[in-house]
């Protein structure tokens, strides 16, 4: 079975610091891994997805998350944080393409001025 | 183009009694999942549907709920009789044929049930 913990429920960053959102997962065959964000009153939106070509995967709104394979981990960072990346952020893995997600608990994200 | 839309954003209900909730996917998206969040707790899948057949309804609860998509269009989540522990945000999902790896989502349905 697959399972994903997200480090954090609440992660408090002031604006133009690093934003960094840890997700560790498990999957018994290479997993595909998402981030998704929810932004309040939205439905959760795709921010970069892991499908086995480059490790290192960049997403929109200057996101990007690296995969560890040794350590099974899909950590999200952004250099600098903006006031508009209030929001909730999750982690996902799926077997494959098509197939279910298996979701993290969620992170929310507060920036402060 | 119209994204993900689900009806109604809010419900509250009493225990015992029906809901059912609809979902309208992109147009000429052939796979629908529902999926539940239930509060403090993670987003769980409850099932997918390509077309109007359900492929995978692993993660229904119970024989409570009902999913259908008459036609391979819009899809309804029904929930007979709802007790407490079914509210939660039911968030719809989308996605067309060979491109499954990333679903388009509804801002979903708050339910609760008193």
């Known amino acids: 079975a697959q399972s994903v913990t997200q480090l954090g429920s609440h992660v408090s960053v002031s604006e133009g610091a690093l934003v960094l959102l840890r997700c560790n997962y498990s999957?018994?065959?290479?997993?595909?891994l998402f981030w998704y964000v929810q932004y309040p009153n939205q439905g959760l939106q795709l921010l970069l997805k892991?499908?086995?070509?480059?490790?290192l995967v960049k997403g929109i709104n200057g996101f990007e998350a690296e995969f560890k394979k040794s350590e099974t981990s899909f950590h999200l960072t952004k250099p600098s944080a903006h006031m508009s990346d209030a929001a909730e952020y999750f982690c996902a893995v799926s077997k494959a393409a098509g197939n279910k997600l298996t979701f993290g608990g969620g992170t929310r994200v507060l920036v402060k001025p | 183009e119209a994204g993900v839309t689900q009806f109604p954003s809010h419900s509250v209900i009493e225990k015992g009694q029906t809901v059912t909730l609809r979902c309208d996917p992109i147009s000429g998206h052939d796979n629908l999942y529902w999926y539940r969040r239930v509060m403090g707790k993670e987003i769980k899948f409850l099932l997918h549907?390509?077309?109007?057949?359900?492929?995978?309804e692993s993660g229904m609860p119970n024989n409570r709920f009902l999913a259908e998509r008459t036609g391979g269009t819009y899809s309804t989540l029904k929930v007979q009789p709802a007790e407490l522990e079914d509210s939660g945000v039911y968030f719809c999902?989308?996605?067309?044929?060979?491109?499954?790896?990333?679903?388009?989502f509804g801002s979903g349905t708050q339910l609760s049930v008193l």
């Open positions: 999957s018994s065959v290479p997993p595909y």
């Open positions: 549907f390509v077309k109007e057949s359900k492929q995978d």
């Open positions: 892991y499908t086995s070509a480059a490790t």
């Open positions: 999902a989308s996605s067309p044929t060979g491109k499954g790896e990333k679903l388009f």
